[in-house]
């Protein structure tokens, strides 16, 4: 039994059918309308319809499915966690690069709702903060899904409300580590520029758009600074003051050092050595990282409930100290660096 049951008006010829259902399903987006459509769920004079259909006026349209989705709920899965610190309250997890925090908008419901922190946390858990959300409970932040590192997790309602209220205050010192390409020059800086979304490319952000613009602040301190055959690379600590959308990989792509591996600002897949090549000699050497050198090293901030100072740190995990240290190794074994004997 239809839903829903429309006869297109001869004003809507021309128009594709995704465009035109999406108008008539009030508060439905057109990725669901879409989805309807890829289920054989919406029906034009009773055969299934693809989205581009051009109509022409005086088709039936039956929606045979829910236009709403029941809500996305996050379900336990037994996933490994690396537990920094917890208690009654929080709990503060190290995690690893390639899992993303919670269920994203963009993938189909099955694939949104696996393999996520959150569905390791339920799994872990007997109980954890729901602040109305279903997709993500006991989040109060975010990581990237290639940054690796600390993120605090509420256990319950007044925690999470706790630590909501002292994030929005900046009551929460995050410190990361980033490699990032070339050598930076100042030992020390701050990179004061508003954050918005691309206008083009909507899953990037910028520093180039005034709107929609939000504050974005972070300082670096450089650690160490490495020549090698690859090229100049630079490590660096960072502590951000607010906390944006990818805010550490614009910034510093921003001054055009962005961070290793995130390709999406910048960074080459892979990085050759800059060797010259002979004709007939073998290609150059490559090397690559398959996530982004960004890591949340540490985290300090008093404790919602007791106010006790809590400062935790988690070190680079090993695919990240492996990079550097061969990167480190082919430095020292450039032979521009050698003694000419």
């Given at each position: 039994?239809?839903?829903?049951s429309y006869v297109v008006p001869a004003e809507a010829a021309g128009?594709?059918?995704?465009?035109?259902?999406?108008?008539?399903?009030?508060?439905?987006?057109?990725?669901?309308?879409?989805?309807?459509?890829?289920?054989?769920?919406?029906?034009?004079?009773?055969?299934?319809?693809?989205?581009?259909?051009?109509?022409?006026?005086?088709?039936?349209?039956?929606?045979?499915?829910?236009?709403?989705?029941?809500?996305?709920?996050?379900?336990?899965?037994?996933?490994?966690?690396?537990?920094?610190?917890?208690?009654?309250?929080?709990?503060?997890?190290?995690?690893?690069?390639?899992?993303?925090?919670?269920?994203?908008?963009?993938?189909?419901?099955?694939?949104?709702?696996?393999?996520?922190?959150?569905?390791?946390?339920?799994?872990?858990?007997?109980?954890?903060?729901?602040?109305?959300?279903?997709?993500?409970?006991?989040?109060?932040?975010?990581?990237?899904?290639?940054?690796?590192?600390?993120?605090?997790v509420a256990r319950n309602d007044a925690a999470h409300l706790r630590?909501?209220?002292?994030?929005?205050?900046?009551?929460?010192?995050?410190?990361?580590?980033?490699?990032?390409?070339?050598?930076?020059?100042?030992?020390?800086?701050?990179?004061?520029?508003?954050?918005?979304?691309?206008?083009?490319?909507?899953?990037?952000?910028?520093?180039?758009?005034?709107a929609g613009a939000r504050s974005a602040i972070s300082h670096y301190?450089?650690?160490?600074?490495?020549?090698?055959?690859?090229?100049?690379?630079?490590?660096?600590?960072?502590?951000?003051?607010?906390?944006?959308?990818?805010?550490?990989?614009?910034?510093?792509?921003?001054?055009?050092?962005?961070?290793?591996?995130?390709?999406?600002?910048?960074?080459?897949?892979?990085?050759?050595?800059?060797?010259?090549?002979?004709?007939?000699?073998?290609?150059?050497?490559?090397?690559?990282?398959?996530?982004?050198?960004?890591?949340?090293?540490?985290?300090?901030?008093?404790?919602?409930?007791?106010?006790?100072?809590?400062?935790?740190?988690?070190?680079?995990?090993?695919?990240?100290?492996?990079?550097?240290?061969?990167?480190?190794?082919?430095?020292?074994?450039?032979?521009?660096?050698?003694?000419?004997?």
């Open positions: 039994m239809a839903k829903a128009k594709r059918l995704d465009a035109w259902l999406t108008v008539q399903l009030e508060g439905v987006s057109r990725a669901r309308v879409q989805q309807l459509l890829a289920g054989s769920k919406v029906l034009v004079n009773g055969a299934p319809a693809k989205p581009s259909l051009k109509l022409h006026g005086g088709e039936t349209v039956e929606v045979l499915g829910d236009p709403a989705p029941l809500p996305l709920r996050a379900t336990p899965e037994p996933i490994p966690l690396d537990i920094v610190y917890e208690d009654a309250a929080l709990s503060v997890i190290n995690k690893p690069a390639g899992m993303m925090v919670h269920a994203g908008s963009g993938a189909t419901d099955h694939a949104r709702n696996r393999g996520t922190l959150v569905n390791a946390l339920l799994s872990h858990y007997a109980a954890l903060s729901h602040s109305h959300d279903l997709v993500r409970p006991g989040i109060v932040h975010r990581l990237d899904k290639q940054t690796s590192g600390l993120i605090i630590l909501s209220e002292m994030f929005s205050r900046r009551q929460v010192s995050k410190t990361y580590l980033a490699l990032v390409h070339g050598a930076i020059r100042q030992d020390h800086g701050t990179i004061n520029a508003p954050i918005s979304r691309d206008a083009v490319r909507r899953t990037r952000m910028t520093t180039r758009r005034e301190d450089v650690i160490e600074r490495i020549d090698s055959r690859f090229g100049k690379f630079t490590l660096v600590s960072v502590r951000i003051e607010t906390g944006r959308t990818h805010q550490i990989r614009v910034h510093l792509a921003s001054i055009c050092h962005p961070v290793v591996g995130d390709t999406l600002y910048g960074a080459p897949a892979s990085i050759s050595s800059a060797a010259p090549r002979k004709k007939s000699g073998p290609p150059p050497e490559t090397i690559s990282l398959n996530r982004n050198f960004l890591h949340a090293a540490e985290l300090e901030f008093p404790h919602p409930i007791s106010g006790k100072h809590l400062h935790l740190r988690a070190p680079l995990p090993n695919e990240l100290t492996g990079f550097q240290q061969k990167l480190v190794a082919l430095e020292d074994l450039d032979p521009k660096k050698q003694g000419s004997g």
